[in-house]
């Protein structure tokens, strides 16, 4: 059973960075895609970054593309999401996702395994 608990969400304003990290237990972390979505008030949930097992390819969404970078740690099964140039439409809840099936998969929504997110508030 996969589990996945998300840290590092808080209130920031316009301009801020702001880095928010998941860790990853009960299975083998590097066979393991890794992604952030996020679902923002009154809209449907999107994909914001993904990462392979690997590290070596990652799909970022248009509007975080040059201002997130997602990474991942294998020695410590964690993946985080440093998130710079926050702007208000960022407000969101951040969840991290895990999915076995390769990072492209997760940049077309899909997610095997969600933590339960944790909540980014950038205001003016």
């Known amino acids: 059973q996969v589990v996945l608990t998300e840290s590092g969400g808080g209130l920031v304003q316009a301009g801020d960075s702001l880095r928010v990290s998941c860790k990853f237990s009960?299975?083998?972390?590097?066979?393991?895609?890794m992604a952030w979505f996020r679902r923002a008030p009154r809209k449907e949930r999107e994909f914001v970054a993904s990462i392979s097992g690997n590290s070596d390819t990652t799909y970022y969404a248009d509007s975080v593309k040059g201002r997130f970078t997602i990474a991942r740690d294998n020695a410590n099964n964690t993946v985080i999401l440093q998130m710079n140039s926050l702007k208000p439409d960022d407000t969101a809840v951040y969840y991290c996702a895990a999915s076995p099936f390769g990072a492209q998969g997760m940049a077309a929504g899909r997610g095997d395994y969600w933590g339960l997110g944790t909540r980014v508030t950038v205001s003016l």
């Open positions: 009960g299975r083998t972390y590097s066979t393991y895609a």
